[in-house]
């Protein structure tokens, strides 16, 4: 997957695809984040100007629509893009399904806003699709991006080490994750629950399931309902689809 990044302040974005798995993804080959300064294509070149005024007055500057048509028309001259996205707090909202199905895509052309906006006629004319992260309103796309680029790294095959390790987070089938547990077996006083430490593999993916369960019910009781409309990436450990893949 290549993502080209489109940013006023491309700074914001130097470190977030250097390290830890989207570092490793893109050493690897399998992911490609390349980050593009929108100044490179102002319409002035002495100030490297991108804003202005808005039309009919009010505060606030808006993202000019001549440096992101550029910047779209010279990445599109050297490949085909799936999509043009717009990171937008009024963007459809971002969740697993919406990763999974964003994850087969080949290249993507994100764009961060800032400002008190963009000319319109961005997103009417050049953007494909808006996506928010949540709803409250960040400072600009950029961390967005960010959020959303690991969100689809991470479930390109290849990229975490354990390929079948995505397929077990939270959400991926319908119910978060259960809990987990690492060596002391005690601590201070806390165990952890003896199944884990039975050997019994079927006995623990039970365990697993009921826990997933149990934990979606209390935290997040809306998802067992929203179950039918997650794409499955494999049925659980007793066929069931609502399972957790472990
Ligand atoms: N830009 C500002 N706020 C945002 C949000 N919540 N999601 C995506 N892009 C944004």
């Given amino acids: 997957m290549r993502v080209d990044v489109l940013s006023a302040v491309p700074a914001l974005l130097k470190s977030p695809f250097e390290h830890s798995i989207m570092g490793r993804a893109q050493a690897r080959g399998l992911l490609e984040v390349h980050v593009h300064d929108l100044r490179d294509w102002s319409d002035d070149s002495r100030h490297r100007q991108i804003d202005d005024y808005a039309y009919g007055g009010g505060a606030g500057m808006v993202l000019q629509i ?3 048509y ?3 028309e010279a990445l599109r001259s050297e490949r085909k893009y799936d999509e043009v996205v717009y990171l937008s707090p009024d963007g459809q909202l971002l969740d697993q399904a919406l990763a999974n199905r964003m994850s087969l895509k080949g290249n993507l052309i994100l764009l961060c806003g800032h400002y008190k906006g963009v000319d319109e006629r961005i997103r009417t004319e050049l953007v494909t699709m808006e996506i928010s992260i949540g709803d409250y309103v960040l400072s600009g796309g950029e961390l967005a991006a960010a959020v959303l680029v690991d969100a689809l790294g ?3 095959p290849g990229v975490l080490n354990d390929e ?3 397929l077990s987070d939270s959400f ?4 978060v994750a259960p809990p987990v547990y690492t ?3 005690e601590f201070m006083g806390w165990g952890i629950p ?3 430490l039975s050997g019994d593999h079927p006995k623990i993916e039970a365990w697993r399931l009921e826990q997933a ?4 019910a209390e935290r997040r009781p809306e998802l067992l309902n929203q179950s039918d409309e997650v794409p499955r990436a494999k049925p659980g450990p007793q066929g069931d689809a609502t399972a957790p893949s472990t």
């Fill in 66 to 68: 001549g440096p992101v």
């Fill in 70 to 72: 550029r910047a779209i």
């Fill in 154 to 156: 991470r479930l390109i």
């Fill in 164 to 166: 079948t390790s995505a």
């Fill in 172 to 175: 991926q089938d319908g119910l």
């Fill in 183 to 185: 060596r002391p077996a």
């Fill in 194 to 196: 003896d199944v884990l």
């Fill in 213 to 216: 369960r149990k934990r979606t």
